[in-house]
């Protein structure tokens, strides 16, 4: 059974940072494309950030280029997002979430080609 837990939210001033984390187990497929998604208050859910299960390919959104820093530790199986200069748009819920792929370099933004979810972690930034 897949499981996703994701923890390391919380309020920070804008500018500030925080790193989320996303403990994963049961992901018994051959590989699996992972990502990061939010979604603000009145908002729909979108895409963040994913990473391919080989850690080839990746993907951020333009607003969060040059902020955002996807990356995992197979070992822990734990994936990252790191957050540095955040800012107040960046309020949201953050979710993990994990689908099997035959292809080891695939990633998606789309929430559609997710199946796997976690229960999220709240990021809020205050001007």
């Known amino acids: 059974q897949v499981r996703i837990v994701e923890s390391g939210g919380g309020v920070v001033q804008a500018g500030g940072s925080l790193t989320l984390f996303c403990k994963y187990s049961?992901?018994?497929?051959?590989?699996?494309?992972m990502g990061w998604f939010r979604q603000a208050p009145g908002k729909e859910r979108e895409g963040v950030s994913c990473?391919?299960?080989?850690?080839?390919?990746?993907f951020s959104r333009d607003s969060v280029k040059g902020r955002f820093t996807i990356f995992r530790d197979h070992a822990t199986n734990t994936l990252y997002l790191q957050m540095n200069n955040l800012q107040p748009e960046d309020t949201a819920m953050y979710y993990c979430?994990?689908?099997?792929?035959?292809?080891?370099?695939?990633?998606?933004?789309?929430?559609?080609?997710?199946?796997?979810w976690g229960e999220g972690t709240q990021v809020t930034v205050s001007s």
């Open positions: 979430a994990a689908r099997a792929s035959r292809d080891a370099d695939y990633c998606s933004g789309a929430e559609r080609q997710y199946n796997y």
């Open positions: 049961g992901l018994t497929y051959d590989a699996y494309a």
């Open positions: 990473l391919s299960w080989s850690g080839v390919n990746s």
